[in-house]
Nanobody, 123 residues
Framework: QVHLVESGGGYVQAGHSLRLSCAASGRAVESWALGWFRQAPGQERNFVAGVSWNGHTIYEDSVKGRFTIVRDNAKNTVELQMNSLKPGDTAVYYC?????????????????WGQGTQVTVSS
């Protein structure tokens, strides 16, 4: 069993930055894929960024160049640095962990999810 807890969400103005953190407990996730997804009101949960067990990263097109995902296997954490935030980034952000994960951007392939953290970006 893996327990994931997100932190770092908040309310910011457009153009500002936030750094989300997700701490895993219960077992080491160094050999697992880790991902960030987000869900805006009335919308489906969508992929944002992911990192494979060997460090390969992928991003959703709208966040490329603005968001960076970083895993720290020593701390059993994954973080999402979000720069140049836009109102369209407003959502609840969830971290996820899974193994094996063949397609990092597929939510169905992840086994564990955090409770989410709210990010609100004002214009």
């Amino acid at each position: 069993q893996v327990h994931l807890v997100e932190s770092g969400g908040g309310y910011v103005q457009a153009g500002h930055s936030l750094r989300l953190s997700c701490a895993a407990s219960g077992r080491a996730v160094e050999s697992w894929a880790l991902g960030w997804f987000r869900q805006a009101p009335g919308q489906e949960r969508n992929f944002v960024a992911g990192v494979s067990w060997n460090g390969h990263t992928i991003y959703e097109d709208s966040v490329k160049g603005r968001f960076t995902i970083v895993r720290d296997n020593a701390k059993n954490t994954v973080e999402l640095q979000m720069n140049s935030l836009k109102p369209g980034d407003t959502a609840v952000y969830y971290c996820a962990a899974g193994t094996p994960v063949r397609h990092i951007h597929y939510a169905d392939e992840y086994d564990y999810w955090g409770q989410g953290t709210q990010v609100t970006v004002s214009s």
